[in-house]
């Protein structure tokens, strides 16, 4: 297959490229580096990109950011980074992706635990989970063609311990290459409209 | 209780009142209607509107309005206008709202069957609606001095079907009435981060 893996830079889509370049064709996007670069955030640089890769199987996101903050200090401000970034980015991609993808084809985004698992700080990254995986239910019973679209959940990543545990006391990681299959099942196996859950 | 209610010109927000206004105090607002007007699509004027009102031990949210249209015909910008009305609009409400809260006092929002049981047309209201229901529960392990926060989710209500019947072909409707209860249990019960549904 040929897999446009959106978000290369990330702990998570090192992983992804580790699990998946081994038996397919990989086209790595980023928004500096990268084989082709967009910014997610644009549907116009989606577009472009697509473009200039042509034709693909699957589509995968494992990129986006969302601000993490005290309560006291939200504002819609904060809120819209995670909406213009980790939430319409990803659907900016299935919105413009779609039409580049092979009958058949799959889009494969990421969400996360903070969905159905609060933490502190972490009232804007529930809320774009939360938005994302009712995106991918709605999504997989429009797309045309037989496209499927899934999300992967993951916990917190091991490797990202260094940075995020302190936010996620007594919550199990998952090492990366454990998340990485998740990705695998959606892109290689058949189903849609589901959420991989890792942890 | 003094309750403010957002959204008394709707099927669900007259029914809302007629449910609580017996035996509390009720102050309506609404964008152009009620006792003062605000648009929740802009914090200033939520906050400006709630420093009129003073004081309140809850705050009911039944406004919001999302784009329902073609897969096709989606774009960022259709996602946008429910993005800013229907999810932010109510993150707003709690945003500014709380501080104009007595200890313990409630938010109580409404988000919908589309969450988890998607239809054709339906992609955003299903975005917004899983938004809404992660942000209720991640809310409710932030709020301070004991404030509360839950979601109503509602199936289609059977005074709505003249206009949205077509498609809700085979969902069973709900009586405004009987979804008024479940606000009345989210303001006057203990109960915090929960999503009632109504279907």
Redesign the interface.
């Known amino acids: 297959m040929k897999i446009i893996v959106i978000g290369l830079s990330g702990t998570l889509g090192k992983a992804v490229l580790a699990e998946l370049s081994t038996r397919h064709e990989i086209v790595a996007v980023a928004r500096r580096s990268g084989d082709v670069q967009a910014d997610m955030r644009d549907?116009a640089s989606l577009k472009s990109c697509f473009e200039k890769i042509g034709k693909a199987d699957a589509i995968v996101c494992t990129a986006g950011s969302v601000h993490f903050g005290p309560?006291?200090e939200?504002?819609?401000e904060k809120?819209?980074i995670g909406?213009r970034d980790k939430?319409?980015g990803q659907?900016?991609t299935v919105?413009a992706g779609q039409a580049f993808l092979n009958d058949g084809g799959s889009l494969t985004l990421t969400s996360g635990i903070?969905?159905?698992d609060?933490?502190?700080y972490?009232?804007v990254?529930?809320?774009?989970?939360?938005?994302?995986?009712?995106?991918v239910?709605?999504?997989?019973?429009?797309?045309?063609r037989g496209l499927r679209i899934n999300s992967v959940s993951p916990t917190v990543v091991a490797e990202s311990l260094d940075s995020f545990g302190p936010y996620f006391r007594g919550y199990k990681a998952a090492p990366a290459r454990e998340v990485a299959l998740a990705y695998s099942k959606s892109v290689e196996g058949k189903q849609t409209g589901q959420v991989y859950k890792v942890w």
Chains 1, 2 share one sequence.
């Open positions: 549907i309560w006291a939200m504002t819609p809120f819209d909406l939430l319409m659907v900016n919105l903070l969905n159905e609060p933490i502190q972490g009232a990254a529930s809320l774009v989970n939360g938005a994302l995986e009712s995106f239910r709605a999504a997989a019973i429009e797309l045309p």
